[in-house]
């Protein structure tokens, strides 16, 4: 349990006290209002309750926060409880029991700050997700670090969870990609073909065409144009397919899962999901075509699923989609990390999960929003190797894993971002990767050194750190798991991004105040309380890390 938790207990249970001793008046009341103060000379926590209660109780909010204050004194976590105007509760934790929990810290290793919460529940996150008709462009991996980095956080926290990749093979883009591909493999050959209007205009199907062709030579060319088409398409879907694998490894993003969208309708699951809607007088036919009268359960309007040639729509694959996972697959929550372009539909998914009768919490919708790349100032626009647009393997290439992941996550998934490839190469205080790498490399190097030394520091005495850098690095390490309960309840994985910097700075900060490893025989005792301490801080800072799928270094 993060100690945020803890000290909510403890408020709470001191208001429980007083309401039995008849100090204030029953009633219920579950939410301490526990925050973090920005000012630290008001402590660890801050409590508003009393001021929540004021109207409720009918009095005045110094009253009720002095009766549960007075509850919380003698505590061996707490070192002072005070109340401030107008009704505020300020909490400072014991000093010895901060340092302590280094021994908790040293203990617990690779599962500090892990957590229960999910309980083992089944969750799926399906992210990425890009048509199989092209290479994957930077916001595709924008939205691939975000989602791996939710799946990682939430095993931390105990979810049983499945990564997915949905591909949309089947439906109209198909039939634009194929025709695209064999009018591009025709016109290697020297035939006057014509890109189709709704086909696909990039470089990149000129190579493939190319690849195709010196792979398969003019094979393709003596079967009929649409058995022909079909073929070649076929085979530039699977290499494209096969692009994308090794482009999301780049990435160090991982799947459990490749979930094709031709197989709902191959394996009859559109059937079961039409029959589910159709029974519960959802879906309705004019115009001669077969509409989902989501309008009914608060979309804006309602939805073609089947086109009036017969050919169903995207919004009938997810329909068909969403019934596989919840009532196939059985997952006690879904997470769909989409593209900017989904922006509406999120209330056409709200309108599924209704019409399938299942709560409404058990889909997240997360749309990723859009990249800006810049150089310095200046915006990048244009890939070197595709010549048309920005693709992942660019950019991985160009500055790497570990800042690209970390500059994804640095930003809310709903806001827009810049991401300056300059700074992201920058070996500098600058740059945030280096930063906070730079901070694990430089406890890597101490301890390297007490182990040169030959220095046993298990036996360090803790109640020895008394510096405020000192105790400051300890509170900070202490948040770490609430940063993963708050990204677990709310899903927003920048929160890891932003406290890991925190923590750097932490280190840095002490660093810069206190020796660690002194050769002076007077400072032996406090060099293996230092040592402890920053082997506590190298775990967290390695869990962070960690989490972000990014590299922790010993060197740089």
């Given at each position: ?6 000290i ?6 001191s208001l ?7 100090s204030l008046?029953s009633?219920?009341?579950e939410?301490a209002?526990?925050?973090?103060p920005?000012?630290t ?6 409590s508003?309750?009393a001021l929540k ?5 009918r009095?005045?909010?110094?009253e ?5 204050a007075?509850g ?6 707490l070192?002072?409880?005070?109340v401030?105007a ?15 929990q ?5 203990e617990?290793?690779?599962t500090?700050?892990?957590t ?19 290479p994957l ?5 924008r ?13 931390a926290?105990?979810?049983?969870v ?12 198909i039939?634009?990609?194929?025709e ?5 493999y025709?016109?290697?050959f ?10 696909y205009k990039g470089?990149?199907?000129v190579?493939m065409?190319q690849t195709?062709k010196?792979?398969y030579?003019?094979v393709?060319?003596q ?5 022909a ?9 699977e290499?494209f ?13 991982s ?5 094709n969208?031709a197989s ?5 699951q ?23 009268a989501?309008s ?19 919004f009938?694959s997810d329909v068909?989609?969403?019934?596989n996972?919840?009532?196939?697959r ?11 372009d ?11 999960i209704?019409?399938?009768e299942?709560p ?10 859009l ?5 310095g ?10 010549g ?9 290439e160009?500055?790497?894993?570990d ?15 810049d ?14 990767v ?10 890597a190097?101490i301890?390297?050194?007490a ?12 109640d ?5 850098s ?12 609430e ?5 677990t ?7 890891i ?10 280190f ?29 801080a190298?775990?967290v800072l390695s ?5 972000m799928s990014?590299?922790a270094?010993n060197e740089?």
């Amino acid at each position: 349990m993060a100690i945020k938790e803890e000290i909510s207990e403890i408020l709470m249970e001191s208001l429980a006290k007083a309401k039995r001793g008849n100090s204030l008046p029953s009633l219920e009341f579950e939410d301490a209002s526990m925050e973090r103060p920005q000012n630290t000379e008001h402590g660890d926590f801050a409590s508003s309750i009393a001021l929540k209660l004021a109207r409720p109780m009918r009095m005045n909010p110094m009253e009720i926060a002095n009766h549960i204050a007075e509850g919380m004194q003698n505590n061996s976590l707490l070192d002072n409880v005070s109340v401030v105007a107008p009704g505020f509760i300020n909490i400072t934790l014991n000093e010895d029991w901060l340092r302590s929990q280094i021994n908790v810290i040293l203990e617990k290793g690779s599962t500090f700050g892990s957590t229960d919460i999910g309980h083992g529940q089944k969750v799926q996150i399906e992210f990425v997700s890009a048509n199989p008709v092209g290479p994957l462009h930077v916001a595709h991996a924008r939205g691939g670090v975000i989602g791996s980095a939710i799946a990682n956080i939430l095993e931390a926290a105990n979810y049983n969870v499945s990564r997915e990749y949905y591909f949309n093979d089947a439906g109209a883009q198909i039939s634009h990609f194929n025709e695209t591909l064999w009018a591009r493999y025709q016109q290697l050959f020297q035939i006057v073909a014509d890109v189709p209007e709704d086909g696909y205009k990039g470089a990149y199907m000129v190579e493939m065409a190319q690849t195709i062709k010196d792979e398969y030579g003019d094979v393709f060319l003596q079967s009929e144009e649409i058995e022909a088409s079909h073929k070649l398409g076929q085979v530039g879907l699977e290499k494209f397919m096969e692009s994308i694998k090794t482009d999301v490894g780049l990435l160090r993003i991982s799947f459990d899962s490749w979930f094709n969208e031709a197989s709902l309708y191959q394996q009859g699951q559109f059937e079961k999901a039409m029959s589910i809607l159709t029974e519960k007088g959802y879906v309705e036919k004019h115009d001669g075509a077969t509409w989902f009268a989501s309008s009914k359960l608060g979309d804006e309007k309602d939805k073609v699923l089947i086109r009036s040639n017969g050919i169903p729509t995207y919004f009938a694959s997810d329909v068909a989609y969403h019934y596989n996972k919840f009532f196939e697959r059985n997952y006690d929550k879904v997470i769909n990390i989409w593209g900017a372009d989904h922006q509406g539909h999120a209330s056409f998914m709200k309108a599924i999960i209704k019409a399938f009768e299942l709560p409404e919490e058990n889909l997240s919708l997360i749309i990723n929003q859009l990249v800006t790349l810049k150089r310095g100032g200046e915006i990048v626009r244009i890939s070197k190797r595709t010549g048309d647009i920005v693709t992942l393997r660019d950019v991985v290439e160009e500055v790497g894993p570990d800042a690209c992941r970390f500059f994804f996550l640095s930003r809310d998934a709903n806001s827009q971002m810049d991401f300056d490839l300059e700074l992201a190469v920058k070996e500098s205080q600058e740059n945030p990767v280096y930063y906070i790498q730079y901070a694990h490399a430089r406890i890597a190097s101490i301890l390297r050194l007490a182990e040169d030394r030959k220095i046993n520091y298990s036996d360090g005495i803790l109640d020895l750190l008394t510096h405020e850098s000192e105790l400051s690095l300890i509170r900070k390490m202490l948040i770490f798991p609430e940063i993963v309960e708050l990204i677990t309840r709310t899903l927003e994985p920048h929160h890891i991004a932003h406290y890991s910097i925190e923590l750097a700075t932490a280190f840095h900060w002490m660093y810069q105040n206190c020796r660690v490893v002194s050769s002076l025989p007077e400072d032996e005792a406090l060099t293996k309380s230092r040592l402890k301490l920053v082997e506590a801080a190298m775990i967290v800072l390695s869990r962070c890390l960690d989490l972000m799928s990014m590299d922790a270094p010993n060197e740089m």
